[in-house]
C-alpha cells in the first residue's frame, strides 16, 4: 500500500532562513508523481511543486524546490530566505499512473516563521 | 483560480439528519475528489469519480455517498450524520485526469459540525 509520512509536526524557523519539510513515501509502482501544497491559516489549499519519478532533475518553482532522493523515497520541499507569509501547513500528497488513482496526503507539517 | 465553488460554506446540523455537500466546477475536467480535513489526519479521501457516474472509494467511504449525474457537478451526501463526520471537507478537480503530474486544484472547504 502506498503511504506519504511527514515527521515534523511543527517547526520553527527564523524569517530569512531556508527551511527543508522533509517526505518519505511508500509505493511499488515505478510511475508516480509527487505535489506539496501549502494551507495557510485562511484555509485554502494552494499547489506549490510538482516532482514526478522519472523526472532527472529537480523540480524548482521560484523560492520552493524540491529534494528528490529516489533511491530513498524521499522528496523534501526547501524553501529558500523564508518570508512571514511563508507560515502555513504543508501537506506532501503522491498520484500513482494507474486506474485506482488514489491521490493520498502525509498528515502536515505546520511552519512558523519568526520575526 | 480554478473554478471550483463548494456549497455550504459551513453548515451545522444534527446528529441523524441527512446532509448534501456540493461541488460545482466551470472547467469540465472529469477527475472530481472529496477529501475531508481533521487534525493530525491531513487529508483523507472520501469517494472521487472519473465521469458522468463513474465513481469509486476511497480510504474513509463509510456513512457517505456520492453521486455525479452532471460533469460540473459532484455531490457528497451523509446520509445520516455523526460527530465524527464534524470535519472540514474539500473538493477538488484534477486538469490533467489520471496523468501522474496533474495537480489536484482545491474549493474553499466546507466546514460541517454535527451536533
Known amino acids: 500500500a502506498q503511504k506519504i509520512t511527514q515527521t515534523q509536526p511543527g517547526m520553527f524557523v527564523q524569517e530569512k532562513e531556508a527551511v527543508t519539510l522533509d517526505c518519505t513515501y511508500d509505493t511499488s509502482d515505478p510511475s508516480y508523481g509527487l505535489f506539496w501544497y501549502k494551507q495557510p491559516s485562511s484555509g485554502e489549499m494552494i499547489f506549490l511543486i510538482y516532482?514526478?519519478?522519472?523526472?532527472?532533475q529537480n523540480a524548482t518553482e521560484g523560492r520552493y524546490s524540491l529534494n528528490f532522493q529516489k533511491a530513498r523515497k524521499s522528496a523534501n520541499l526547501v524553501i529558500s530566505a523564508s518570508q512571514l507569509g511563508d507560515s502555513a501547513m504543508y501537506f506532501c500528497a503522491m498520484r500513482r499512473r494507474e486506474r485506482d488513482d488514489k491521490i493520498i496526503f502525509g498528515k502536515g507539517t505546520r511552519l512558523h516563521i519568526l520575526p | 483560480d480554478a473554478g471550483i465553488t463548494q456549497s455550504p460554506r459551513h453548515k451545522v446540523t444534527e446528529t441523524g439528519t441527512p446532509v448534501t455537500l456540493r461541488c460545482h466546477q466551470t472547467e469540465n475536467h472529469r477527475y472530481m475528489y472529496w477529501y475531508r480535513q481533521d487534525p493530525g489526519h491531513g487529508l483523507r479521501l472520501i469517494h472521487y469519480?472519473?465521469?458522468?457516474?463513474?465513481?469509486d472509494k476511497g480510504e474513509v467511504s463509510d456513512g457517505y455517498s456520492v453521486s455525479r449525474s452532471k460533469t460540473e457537478d459532484f455531490l457528497l451526501t451523509l446520509e445520516s450524520a455523526t460527530s465524527s463526520q464534524t470535519s472540514v471537507y474539500f473538493c477538488?478537480?484534477?486538469?490533467?485526469?489520471?496523468?501522474?503530474?496533474?495537480?489536484?486544484?482545491f474549493g474553499n472547504g466546507t466546514r460541517l459540525t454535527v451536533t
Open positions: 516532482q514526478g519519478s522519472y523526472d532527472q
Open positions: 469519480s472519473y465521469g458522468v457516474k463513474d465513481t
Open positions: 477538488a478537480i484534477s486538469d490533467r485526469g489520471a496523468a501522474p503530474n496533474s495537480p489536484l486544484h
